[in-house]
């Protein structure tokens, strides 16, 4: 059976190195709380609030390393709450998505796209992608068992040599599963 | 093919007759702001506060009639907002789950048990049961369709004369299969 370890991901939010200094003033550097599973990604101290005509979120995690472009990880229980209807889209595919105001200590951030429900996936690295024979944006399905089992379908493949074997899906999908950080999931096909 | 149509259940609480008069007064009376798909249910005017030493909820929809005991029924997602771990449980089964504070317009109460996340299940009518070969408490494995596309197992059938046919879930397991109320889901087994 090909297993993968599960990571539940949170709300979070990546930003320019342009919005650190305008959210945390000149020259600020995140500082570190605690190292992901992929190799160079890490929770940040920092956070901010996320604000919209119609709701508002408060400590949202930064995730680093600053990335060439904001973006905003929320669940659709989150978009609820904030009153907007993001799209399920991979990482950095932000094109035509929503914005959203960012506040933070120094400043303030009105970001004109960056709002996504992350598409559910697994970081394979290369090996691993290679043993099993799965490719790059392949679309998998995958099986949790429990007392709400569940199987996800479309979910999607990444793959590279500076990934560590990882699927991640979000709260409302950890929540539907009853599954946690840490608990295995089964790739059927 | 087996469908039937899905009902998104966001959170709600039953009340007793003797918690509705201390809620809101002696002599009080539900007012009905919306029948629901079970013949005789309906979603109430009136809301409630729910109460955690570690969090709140405020408006949470009460549904009528009043039931012999009082039960909450909340996501994966508010008890965390709420700091309590309740079970995932079948409707009425509160036996050892956690207690609440109920605040109304007129006094509060102190819940010692009834705080339950919803076991996903399919309300059938006798008929559509029969039809399908499906008897009351089996566990059925039901497909959602589209972006988010799962299958969710371990849905209880509860058969009856007195309902109407209908899949309850969740928001968190609506929100992870990408569904609203009134999508279709396909009885697989």
Redesign the interface.
Known sequence: MKQVPIGVSARHIHLSKEHIKLLFGPDYELQVLKELSQPGQFAAKETVTVVTPKGQIDKVRILGPARSRSQLEI???DAFTLGIDPP?RESGHIEGTPGIRVIGPAGEVELEEGVIVAA?HIHFHTDDAAKWGITDKQKLTVRIEG????????VIARVSDQFALDMHI????A????VKTGDIGFILS
Chains 1, 2 share one sequence.
């Open positions: 669940s659709r229980t399920v559910r007392e709400r089992a569940v199987t996800f379908e479309q979000d709260t409302d999908e929540n539907a599963a009853g």
